[in-house]
Nanobody, 122 residues
């Protein structure tokens, strides 16, 4: 079973940047596609970005395209989400997720982190 631990969240002003990290416990990290989802206050969890096992493919929600970058380091068993030009509407709890399938659907992911809060002030 894969355990995922997110870090890097916090409070940032609009226009600022943050980098989230997702450390995985499993040495077979490279067997999993990774994704980031977020849940804004009072809203449903939504897809943010995904990356395939070997980093060959990435995909982003329209709302973050051009501002966020997903990446991974299979040697370090870690995935990242570099977030730039942050907006107040990016405020949410951010979750990383892992699954062998390369999916943008939350229900497809078997393994989840505990979440990290990102708050963007205006």
């Amino acid at each position: 079973q894969v355990q995922l631990v997110e870090s890097g969240g916090g409070l940032v002003q609009a226009g600022g940047s943050l980098r989230l990290s997702c450390a995985a416990s499993d040495r077979t990290f490279s067997n999993y596609a990774m994704a980031w989802f977020r849940q804004p206050p009072g809203k449903e969890r939504e897809f943010v970005a995904r990356i395939s096992r070997s980093s060959q493919f990435t995909n982003y929600a329209d709302s973050v395209k051009g501002r966020f970058t997903i990446s991974r380091d299979n040697a370090e068993n870690t995935a990242y989400l570099q977030m730039g030009v942050l907006k107040p509407e990016d405020t949410a709890v951010y979750y990383c997720a892992a699954d062998p399938s390369y999916s943008a659907v939350a229900a497809s992911y078997h393994y989840w982190g505990q979440g990290t809060q990102v708050t963007v002030s205006s």
